[in-house]
């Protein structure tokens, strides 16, 4: 079952007198299945914005169809079930993080002590709920941007969607972030990402498609997508330097060349989470 499927999707934006003056997305075929964590990428202006606005129904098609969870993106049964976080995250300043969610949550008809559960739940998931009760004016950038999340998961919904959702975020901020997701497809919830950190999409998405012009250029599972089927690679554990050497003068007897010798490596993301786990336990061993 596909949550996403769209043809011949096209938006364009008109001046004034009704002329067109952009076409922000051409012709875009995309079918994405549940239950899988989906990146759209492109450069500035190829109409990823565009794209999400069109799934969650903020935008209107000007030509093509496209059917969210089975249905039409305005459909009242259809947004219960979505949750979505903009590149730009929209907050009353006044209000505490507690009073944020439980605001939303009344939006989805959630009240009472349901709302006040969940809210506090979802500060805990995001790493808020020692802020619960701080003016959300008072937020960093990367606070705001996990109670966006927060706000965008209030309903717990089939079809998350998320446009730059680790912007302003620290490396552990992030984890917390792409671990939540795994989260979320593991339980067969589907998952959109926009996002230009590359890092970030190729850590956690399944498949994603590229976009540029507003037109579809590539498509397809990651893996598939990176993977050099040209080249091979062997990795083995602590072999000593006279063995290496052997190893090197069989394998160019086989092949007529020789091989690379490397040490593979740790992503930085990993190795900085690893220090800082390493360091907190430290420290309360030492307490």
Not at 85 to 92: A, K, Q, R, V
Request: proline content about 5%; aromatic content about 4%; charged content about 25%.
């Amino acid at each position: 079952m596909n949550a996403i499927e769209t043809c011949k999707l096209t938006k364009h934006f008109r001046d004034f007198w009704g002329r067109v003056n952009v076409t922000a997305v051409r012709d875009l075929d995309l079918q994405i299945p549940a239950g899988t964590i989906f990146g759209l990428l492109g450069p500035n202006g190829s109409g990823k914005t565009t794209t999400l606005k069109m799934l969650t129904g903020l935008l209107h098609p000007s030509d093509g169809s496209v059917r969210v969870l089975g249905g039409a993106p305005r459909d009242r049964a259809t947004r219960q079930c979505l949750g979505y976080l903009p590149e730009t995250t929209g907050m009353y300043p006044y209000l505490s993080a507690r009073d944020m969610l439980l605001f939303h949550a009344g939006l989805f008809g959630i009240a009472g002590k349901q709302a006040r559960r969940k809210a506090d739940a979802l500060l805990e998931t995001t790493g808020l709920s020692a802020a619960a009760n701080r003016p959300v004016g008072a937020f960093s950038q990367g606070m705001t941007r996990r109670l966006g999340l927060a706000q965008a998961l209030v309903n717990d919904p089939e079809l998350l969607i998320l446009d730059e959702p680790t912007a302003g975020l620290d490396p552990s901020g992030c984890r917390l972030v792409k671990d939540l997701l795994r989260e979320r497809a593991a339980q067969g919830r589907t998952v959109i990402i926009s996002s230009h950190l590359l890092a970030d999409i190729e850590d956690i998405c399944e498949a994603v498609c590229i976009l540029q012009d507003g037109r579809l250029i590539a498509v397809g599972p990651l893996r598939e997508m990176l993977e050099q089927r040209e080249l091979t690679r062997f990795t083995a554990a602590d072999i000593r330097p006279e063995d290496q050497s052997v190893i090197q003068d069989a394998f160019r007897l086989v092949t007529g060349q020789a091989a690379t010798v490397d040490h593979p490596r740790l992503k930085l993301e990993t190795f900085f989470d690893q220090a800082v786990r390493s360091a907190g336990i430290a420290d309360t061993t030492k307490s």
